[in-house]
């Protein structure tokens, strides 16, 4: 099974700042199967991004994934008054469980 | 535009059967590369992958859940219906259907795959 690791677990920022969560595989995931959620609080996830880099349709391009193998990186360039959230990522493998998610990163003001 | 809500019971007993279901619009069910996935979120806690059921009726199940769960499609009605047996407080959580769609890059030759859009999500709590 592969087990997703999210770090920080809180990351407290200022609009306007830049952040930069990080996404790690206990083994390597094919980039095309890494996908990044938004949640926010009563609401549920909303895909940001899939195969590691392309943004959702609507997706500001403030939002930008990259990253292969074992390590994969979510950037949000200027944070914006909507963008403090919680942020989980999630992979797809061939052996079960098929769909991972990660413990979420929350993005919070400072 | 794609829309999915969840329905069932907001209050169930240990021991119980849990039935919910998922009624969507704005896809079909039998379009290749179409799917629906059943994702749960304890309050505070992460997100975590149920089942999903794919156009052609093949169905995937987390191993830890496996036995417990059942995940049928009803093409005719837009519906999506999960079972899980056996209901114990730690299943509290609000239970989420999305759309899963699987997809072919001809310029990369890659596949990729994502849950979008999701429901609204149902609160369900497992107590006597």
């Known amino acids: 099974e592969i087990v997703l690791t999210q770090s920080p677990g809180t990351l407290s920022l200022s609009p306007g700042e830049r952040a930069t969560l990080s996404c790690r595989a206990s083994?390597?995931?094919?980039?095309?199967?890494l996908a990044w959620y938004q949640q926010k609080p009563g609401q549920a996830p909303r895909l940001l991004i899939y195969?590691?880099?392309s943004r959702a349709t609507g997706i500001p391009d403030r939002f930008s994934g990259s990253g292969s193998g074992t390590d994969f990186t979510l950037t949000i360039s200027r944070l914006e008054p909507e963008d403090f959230a919680v942020y989980y990522c999630?992979?797809?493998?061939?052996?079960?469980?098929?769909?991972?998610f990660g413990p979420g990163t929350k993005v919070d003001i400072k | 535009q794609i829309t999915l809500k969840e329905s069932g019971p907001t209050l169930v007993k240990p021991t119980q059967t849990l039935t919910l279901t998922c009624t969507f619009s704005?896809?079909?069910?039998?379009?290749?590369?179409?799917?629906v996935g059943w994702i749960r979120q304890p309050p505070g806690k992460a997100l975590e992958w149920l089942a999903l059921?794919?156009?052609?009726?093949?169905?995937r199940y987390s191993p830890s859940l496996k036995s417990r769960l059942t995940i049928t499609k009803d093409t005719s009605k837009n519906q999506v219906v999960l079972t899980m047996t056996n209901m114990d407080p730690v299943d509290t959580a609000t239970y989420y259907c999305?759309?899963?769609?699987?997809?072919?890059?001809?310029?990369?030759?890659?596949?990729?795959?994502?849950?979008?859009?999701w429901g609204q999500g149902t609160l369900v709590t497992v107590s006597s």
């Open positions: 999305a759309h899963f769609q699987r997809y072919y890059d001809f310029w990369s030759g890659y596949y990729y795959n994502w849950f979008d859009p």
């Open positions: 704005g896809f079909s069910l039998s379009t290749s590369g179409v799917g």
């Open positions: 059921i794919y156009w052609n009726d093949d169905k």
């Open positions: 083994q390597s995931v094919s980039s095309s199967y």
């Open positions: 195969g590691a880099s």
């Open positions: 999630q992979q797809y493998g061939s052996s079960p469980p098929l769909f991972t």
